[in-house]
């Protein structure tokens, strides 16, 4: 398994949410379960302004997170493309579709051409 390069993993819930991500960022995020030392993704997103309220919105779908604060919304989008090729796209992943971008930009996927 290739490595995320995010924060954790924390448990998903209300307090470990606002104990680890203190922040108001763009971001990247995996959501998934822990069995033994491995952490297993099986949800990938970014939030383009706020990870900390995205990351609510998935309380009680998953166990336990991990995520990383990105500069800019583009970045989290990046980065969140690089983990939904990573670990498996819409084929292992909940993820039923490839990360959109948002309407009026041109961002390109850095790993494939669905967007060409
Ligand atoms: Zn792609």
Known sequence: MPST???????????????????????????GRIEGNTFYIAYVGRSDSDIK??????????????YDYFSTAKLAFDKECELYHDFGSS???????????PKNSNWECPRCTIFD
Not at 91 to 101: G, Q, Y
């Open 53 to 66: 309220s995205r990351l609510k919105d998935h309380i009680g779908n998953y166990s336990y997170f991990k």
């Open 91 to 101: 084929v292992s992943l909940d993820n039923k579709i490839h990360p959109d971008r």
């Open 5 to 31: 390069g995010l924060h954790g993993e924390y448990v998903l819930n209300e307090n470990s949410i606002n104990n680890n991500v203190t922040r108001i960022s763009p971001g990247a995020y995996a959501l």
